[in-house]
């Protein structure tokens, strides 16, 4: 009797099944690369760091996120915007709930005078609220 318990032919085993195991783990595995992507909104730049920050990341979650380049190009979301399409393209996205909030996201090179026409387009569109996305001073986001 090489690896049974309970004598006989039919008897429990003891060996632990680990298929069911491995199969649980390779869907969680396919489930958080799938959605790991999701989870960085807009562009990737590199924001600016402030010394004080109201802390709103549950809010932020559900905002529109515009992304301002570091060569100055528009993103709203992952899409490409010129600035004069800019209010277009916000009623558009905002249409069904206006009062969702707008998350800037800026490159640490953008000045506030390459801000000041998006920030134009932005009021010209009467928006509900208006965050800036930026780096806290001890790193985090």
Do not use: C, Y
Not at 85 to 106: F, I
Not at 107 to 127: C, E, G, I, Y
Not at 129 to 137: C, G, H, K, P, R
Request: a positive charge.
């Amino acid at each position: 009797m090489a690896g049974g318990v309970g004598g006989g032919k039919g008897g429990l085993k003891a060996e632990i099944n680990v298929t069911p195991l491995v199969d649980v783990v390779l869907v969680l595995l396919i489930i958080f690369m799938v959605v790991t992507p999701m989870l960085t909104r807009g562009k990737n730049v590199q924001l600016p760091v402030a010394s004080s920050a109201d802390v709103k990341q549950d809010e932020a979650v559900d905002a529109l996120v515009l992304t301002i380049s570091a060569n100055k190009s528009l993103w709203l979301e992952s899409d490409k915007v010129t600035l004069d399409k800019l209010p277009r393209e916000l009623k558009a996205r905002l249409g069904p709930n206006p009062t969702r909030e707008v998350l800037v996201k800026a490159d640490s090179t953008v000045t506030l005078a390459d801000m000041r026409p998006v920030l134009q387009k932005l009021k010209a569109a009467n928006l509900a609220q208006i965050s800036f996305a930026v780096l806290e001073q001890g790193g985090g986001q």
